[in-house]
């Protein structure tokens, strides 16, 4: 059974830093593109990151560039999102996606697949 599992939410303070990770089962992450989308409160939910397939090339909004990283370690078949200089409107439900595509389309991210979420929330 294809599954996605997020965890490493929490509370953190504005400016603080959180890794969530994301671990696969039922299918090989290095098979497919990689993303990450969240959910603010009463938002709809927006693409922030995405690694690719093959050569791991990586594609970010906007609004996190400079703060957080995507990386991938397929022996784990996992893949991370490091957030450093959490914003208080980075808050909502960051959720893990198997993406169709990825560099190029993170405002417009397609996918087949997804996690059941893990929240953030930055404030102070």
């Known amino acids: 059974q294809l599954q996605l599992v997020e965890s490493g939410g929490g509370l953190v303070q504005p400016g603080g830093s959180l890794r969530l990770s994301c671990v696969a089962s039922?299918?090989?992450?290095?098979?497919?593109?990689i993303g990450w989308i969240r959910q603010a409160p009463g938002g709809e939910r927006a693409g922030v990151s995405c690694?690719?397939?093959?050569?791991?090339?990586?594609d970010y909004a906007d609004s996190v560039k400079g703060r957080f990283t995507i990386s991938r370690d397929n022996a784990k078949n996992t893949v991370y999102l490091q957030m450093n200089s959490l914003k208080p409107e980075d808050t909502g439900v960051y959720y893990c996606?198997?993406?169709?595509?990825?560099?190029?389309?993170?405002?417009?991210?397609?996918?087949?697949?997804w996690g059941q979420g893990t929240q953030v929330i930055v404030s102070s």
């Open positions: 996606v198997r993406a169709r595509r990825c560099v190029g389309t993170i405002n417009d991210i397609d996918y087949d697949y």
């Open positions: 039922g299918f090989s992450m290095d098979d497919y593109h």
């Open positions: 690694i690719a397939v093959i050569d791991g090339r990586t």
